[in-house]
């Protein structure tokens, strides 16, 4: 997986990249400070994981970083890693990887299941688009699952479970989740015989000190070991962050298309609510003829699907959204839906329609569908009993 170190390439954390010894990532220039401006703190305490590399100078650079002019953003990536970080260390607790890997998302997204880098890496763990489907996430019109704050973290955990079983090393996986599992097998390759070296110092050093793996890993390493030391404990780097609600739901399993809008009012909340446990579906909606999983507040569970249970299908959703493609005029798009360019109007008032453009994105009333389906039902029994009026006899 060829990646950007997005924790330090897009601007959710931009600033937490000083300018100093910089390295192109993405059209952005990031890099370590210079040791020189930075102000003297006490050298880091050893831990469990990533952490016992405390004194290397890379890692001293990201700590000095982050509790200095980055504290802002590590303040508020760590308040907002308490929404996710219990899930998160269960599920790789599972797999027995080192407990600081679960702090990944600190340098990848800032714990933010939307965030988007620019090379389009998405979601909490910055998947982008091939492993993220080699792991099994879903990714087309209707829904990325890379969005899915609780299976993204499943399919992270079995990415870096079969990294670490390849290489070995916690750093070694790290490397290879941000460039690649080849780019760090071809720098082992390239690795000299150094029988003197530091006894259990981690290759990863050797390989970023020998130049043998590109500057960004170099440095995506090195902050991700700062990170997780602090995240460890943040009280003895001076940080008290805020905490926010960790992640608890019920879930409701459907079977076609329900609105997220309708969820949210068998639910009593607001529509922010259910959009926030469910960022994975794009169109606000469940995909067709699929078996979805709607997560919901904690306690809803049995008034949502009592409520679901009762409302015809016609009721479960009120919108499909439709993106057009070239060459599609609203005759057409009316035509495939089986309502009236006047629904589709009604439905998109802002919306320029006597000219659509590719990519523009329309409202489909879902009620308008359901009215037609039940004329074209009633069309074809009306036909039917015709039929029998004058073959009685006709076999149905």
Known sequence: MVRKFPALAFGLVLTLAPRAL?????????????????????PPPDSAGLGLQGHNARVRRFLEYYQGRGRPHMTEMLAR?????????????AESLPA???????????????????SDAVGLWQFVRP?????????????????????????????????????????LAAAAYNAGAAAVARGLERLPAHPGHIAGRDPFFRLADGNLLGGETRDYVPALAAASMIA???????????????????SLMVTDVTGLDVIAELAQVGPGAIRELNPQYLRQVTPPATLSVIRLPKGVGARVLAGYDSLPPGERVRYLEHEVARGERLASIAARYRVTEADIRAANPTASLHRLRPGTRLLI???????AEAARVASRRASEALIADYHPNLDP
Do not use: C
């Open 22 to 42: 910089t390295a192109q990532a993405g059209g952005i220039s990031i890099g370590l400070p210079d040791p020189a401006t930075l102000p003297v703190v006490a």
């Open 232 to 250: 460890n404990a943040p009280a003895r780097y001076g940080f008290k962050p805020g905490r926010e609600p960790p992640l608890e739901y019920d």
């Open 100 to 118: 600081d890997l679960a702090y990944m998302p600190l340098i990848e997204s800032g714990y933010a299941p939307g965030a988007v880098s620019p």
């Open 365 to 371: 009333p879902a009620a308008a569908i359901a009215q």
């Open 131 to 171: 492993t993220a489907r080699e792991y099994g996430l879903r990714i087309d019109s209707w829904v990325d699952e890379r969005r899915d704050p609780v299976l993204a973290t499943d399919a992270a955990a079995r990415h870096l479970r079969d990294l670490h079983k390849r290489f070995g090393s916690p750093y």
């Open 81 to 93: 890693s308490t929404r996710y970080q219990a899930m998160i260390s269960q599920r790789f607790e």
